[in-house]
C-alpha cells in the first residue's frame, strides 16, 4: 500500500476526493459527467477496507445493477494494482429485510482480513444493521436518497464515513438541497466541486489520449471540448458544469433513458406539406403505399416472427408529430423497440392507412394503444372497429392514466428492460415529463428538433402506451395466422367470438 504513488495514477481532483474522503466523516462531490470519480472512488473504497489494521467494509450504493457490476470490477482491478489480496467478484442473493420474498442481485469482493466492499441495492433499508463506509455514487438519480442520507448518515454514531458522489438532477433535487446547506454552513460535511472545464485543466483529455495511445494537442482538447458541449446541447450547464438546471423534475432521468439506448434501431421519419391534405383520395393513397412499400415493409419484414409484436400510437395532426413505437417482448420479457416512426402533417385518412397496414402485418400482433385525445379520436375509434376492443384500446391520457402507468414504464427503464432509439430528439422528449405534486405529467414544454420543427413529448408519450399495450393479453396467437396480413380465423370457434369485440 506503501508503495502506491496516488500522484502518477491520479488526476488531481481524484487524488483530492481520495485524501478528503479518507480523512472526512462525510464527503459530497458536486461533479461533471464522464471525469472518473467512480472510478477513483473504487480505490478509495481499497484503501478503506483492505489494510491488515483499522479497515472498514465499504458499501456502495449505485442506482442500478449495472452501475453495481461495474464498480466492484474496479475495485477488483485497483486491488491487484495496489497489490491487496482479495477474492473475485462475487455475486450473491441480498435478502431484503423488509421483503423477505424478493430476492436482490448484489456484488461484493472479500480481502485477505475478512472486510468486503459490497454494492448493494439503492435502498435505505439496505444499510441495516451495518457498520463501515459508504459510497452513494449519482446520488441525484436516487429514488428516495433523502431516507438513503438518513440512513447512511447514521452509520457516523460509531466512527463510519460517507461519500456522496452525483451529476446534478435539477435544482429541486435533495443532492442539491445538501449542496446548499453546506455551502450555508447548516451542515459540517466536506464539498469537492469540479466542472468539465475543471478537468481538462487538471489533464483529463490528455489521460484519455494516453489510454488511446493518441497524440495529445491542444487544437485537438479544444475540438473535443467542443464536440461534448454539442453533444450535450442546453443540458450542458447542468451535466458538464455543475449547475442544477432550474425547476427540472423531470421524471425520466437522463441517466436511465439513455442507458437503454441502441444505436441500431430504425427511427422512420415521414412529412408531407399541407397541400398534400386537399390532393386526390386515390392520389395520397398511391403515395403512402409506395412509401410502405419503400421504407415500412422492409422494416417489419426484418422483425422477429418469432416474438409478439404490439404498439403505442400518439396521435398528432398540426404541430405535433405523430408517432409510433413498435415492441416485441424477447423470452426473457424484455421488451424491444422494433422501429419508431415519425409523422408529420398527415392527414388523418392515411394515418390510419399506415396504422392498418402495421397491424395487419406485425408478427405475432398482440395489442395496441391509441391516444384518444382530440383528433385522436378518430384513429383509436376506426382502429378498435376494425380490429376489436380486446386488440385495441383507446386511450384517454388523463392525470389518472399517467399516475397509474408512468410508474410501470420507469421501472422498465430502471431495470433495462426496455431498448428505443439512441436518437437525440427522443431523449428530449422523455425530458418534458415532470413530476409535479407526486404525479408525472406531460408539461406544456415544446422542444426543437435539429430542423427546428417543435416537438412536444411525442416520442416519449408512444413509448409509454407501448409499453402499457404489451402489458396486455391482446389477441390469442394461432400458428401461421399473424404477420402475413391475411387473418384466415375460424369465426365458428368460441375463442373467435369472445375476442372478436368491434370486428
Request: charged letters at 25%; hydrophobic letters at 40%.
Amino acid at each position: 500500500m506503501e508503495e502506491f504513488q496516488r500522484d502518477k495514477v491520479f488526476l488531481y481532483y481524484q487524488q483530492l476526493l481520495s485524501t478528503t474522503a479518507l480523512t472526512s466523516p462525510v464527503t459530497v462531490v458536486e461533479k461533471s459527467r464522464r471525469t472518473g470519480y467512480s472510478w477513483a472512488a473504487a480505490a478509495v473504497a481499497v484503501f478503506v477496507s483492505s489494510p491488515a489494521e483499522n479497515a472498514q467494509n465499504t458499501y456502495y450504493m449505485g442506482y442500478d445493477y449495472e452501475m453495481a457490476r461495474e464498480f466492484i470490477q474496479y475495485v477488483g482491478e485497483w486491488a491487484k494494482k495496489i497489490g491487496e489480496a482479495c477474492s473475485e467478484a462475487e455475486e450473491y442473493i441480498f435478502k431484503d429485510p423488509d421483503n423477505p420474498d424478493k430476492d436482490i442481485k448484489a456484488f461484493r469482493v472479500t480481502f485477505a482480513n475478512g472486510k468486503e466492499v459490497v454494492a448493494l441495492p439503492s435502498v435505505a433499508r439496505a444499510l441495516r444493521g451495518k457498520q463501515g463506509f459508504v459510497i452513494i455514487d449519482e446520488a441525484a438519480f436516487h429514488d428516495d436518497l433523502k431516507e438513503v442520507l438518513k440512513a447512511a448518515f447514521a452509520l457516523l454514531i460509531w466512527g463510519g464515513q460517507v461519500l456522496i458522489i452525483s451529476t446534478h438532477n435539477g435544482e429541486d433535487n435533495p443532492f442539491n438541497d445538501l449542496i446548499k446547506d453546506i455551502r450555508a454552513g447548516k451542515s459540517p460535511y466536506k464539498l469537492l466541486r469540479c466542472t468539465f472545464d475543471d478537468a481538462l485543466r487538471q489533464g483529463l483529455y490528455k489521460r484519455i489520449c494516453q489510454k488511446q495511445g493518441k497524440e495529445w494537442s491542444q487544437a485537438a482538447e479544444d475540438q473535443w471540448k467542443a464536440d461534448i458541449y454539442k453533444f450535450y446541447g442546453d443540458s450542458a450547464a447542468e451535466e458538464l458544469d455543475c449547475i442544477p438546471a432550474n425547476g427540472s423534475g423531470n421524471y425520466f432521468s437522463r441517466l436511465i433513458v439513455e442507458q437503454c439506448m441502441q444505436p441500431d434501431i430504425p427511427v422512420l421519419e415521414l412529412a408531407v406539406k399541407p397541400e398534400f391534405t386537399a390532393a386526390p383520395s386515390a392520389e395520397r393513397v398511391d403515395f403512402i403505399n409506395d412509401w410502405i412499400k419503400d421504407n415500412l415493409q422492409p422494416v417489419i419484414e426484418k422483425m422477429n416472427p418469432n416474438l409478439a409484436s404490439g404498439f403505442g400510437y400518439d396521435f398528432g395532426r398540426s404541430g405535433d408529430l405523430s408517432v409510433c413505437a413498435v415492441l416485441q417482448e424477447d423470452a426473457g420479457l424484455n421488451l424491444k423497440t422494433a422501429f419508431v416512426l415519425e409523422i408529420r402533417n398527415m392527414p388523418h385518412e392515411q394515418q390510419w392507412q399506415i396504422a392498418d397496414y402495421i397491424t395487419a402485418h406485425l408478427p405475432l400482433f398482440r395489442f395496441s394503444a391509441y391516444d384518444a385525445r382530440g383528433n385522436g379520436s378518430y384513429l383509436a375509434e376506426v382502429a378498435c372497429q376494425k380490429y376489436g376492443a380486446a386488440a385495441v384500446e383507446e386511450v384517454m391520457l388523463t392525470t389518472q392514466w399517467y399516475s397509474q402507468n408512468m410508474p410501470r414504464a420507469k421501472a422498465y427503464f430502471e431495470e433495462k428492460r426496455v431498448s428505443l432509439p439512441r436518437n437525440a430528439n427522443i431523449l428530449n422528449d422523455f425530458k418534458v415529463v415532470k413530476l409535479v405534486k407526486g404525479v408525472p405529467t406531460v408539461a406544456e414544454i415544446r422542444t426543437k428538433d435539429e430542423h427546428g420543427n417543435k416537438r412536444h413529448g411525442d416520442s416519449c408519450i408512444a413509448f409509454v402506451l407501448g409499453i402499457y399495450a404489451m402489458s396486455k393479453e391482446g389477441v390469442p396467437v394461432y400458428e401461421g395466422c399473424m404477420g402475413t396480413g391475411d387473418l384466415e380465423l375460424d369465426e365458428s370457434r368460441e375463442d373467435f367470438r369472445s375476442w372478436k369485440g368491434c370486428l
